[in-house]
């Protein structure tokens, strides 16, 4: 695995850790009823949970310390952009674990800043909840965005994209397509 990529998903770990102990104006997501340009055709599918269509060049890959596999761009200022699925189960509300989850990252991660929740739904209109935020760890300035969804069987699934803070934020809107495509599947 390139180390670009371990540097990225060591950080989303410790948000996906902290999420799942912490139980874990709002905007619609960008029309996905087709197809952008930006996307490609493959989706991104765990069987059972979830699929949603990726951004054009970026690639599925397993890592093996991860339920599930994720999506790497291309590395720039030795940093790979990524995607990461987690689930747990959970019995609060979409919102509140949302919540909760926001709350608890500044006593993991440290201060966090331009941290913002808006409540959002699919193209399919499936509820979801965004959160955004920056953070530094182990001298990187990272910007995370992450959906929250509720999955069957009480289940949450948390949808987590990081990119350098210097990285273009264009990248967030193209996450944001992205989410708009989800679903869940058999």
């Known amino acids: 695995m390139h180390p670009t990529i371990r540097r990225g998903l060591a950080a989303f770990m410790t948000v996906g850790i902290l999420f799942g102990l912490a139980a874990c104006g709002g905007g619609g997501l960008p029309d996905a009823t087709k197809t952008p340009a930006a996307l490609t055709a493959e989706a991104y599918k765990v069987a059972g949970l979830c699929a949603f269509e990726i951004p054009k060049g970026w690639k599925i890959q397993p890592f093996k310390d991860l339920k599930h596999p994720i999506v790497a761009g291309t590395p720039t200022e030795q940093f790979a952009p990524n995607i990461c699925v987690m689930d747990e189960k959970s019995f609060l509300g979409l919102k509140a674990y949302a919540e909760s989850g926001l709350k608890e990252l500044p006593k993991t991660l440290g201060p966090i800043t331009n941290s913002s929740l808006t409540e959002s739904a699919t193209a399919e209109g499936r509820p979801a909840f965004r959160i955004a935020y920056d953070v530094v760890q182990e001298g990187d300035h990272l910007h995370f965005v992450q959906y ?16 350098l803070v210097s990285q273009s934020t264009a990248m967030d809107a193209e996450f944001d397509t992205c989410m708009g495509t989800f679903r869940l599947v058999e």
């Not at 929250?148 to 069987?153: L, N, Q």
């Not at 289940?155 to 990081?162: E, N």
Request: aromatic fraction near 12%; hydrophobic fraction near 40%.
């Open 148 to 163: 929250c969804f509720h999955g069957k069987e009480r289940k949450v699934i948390v949808v987590t994209f990081t990119r």
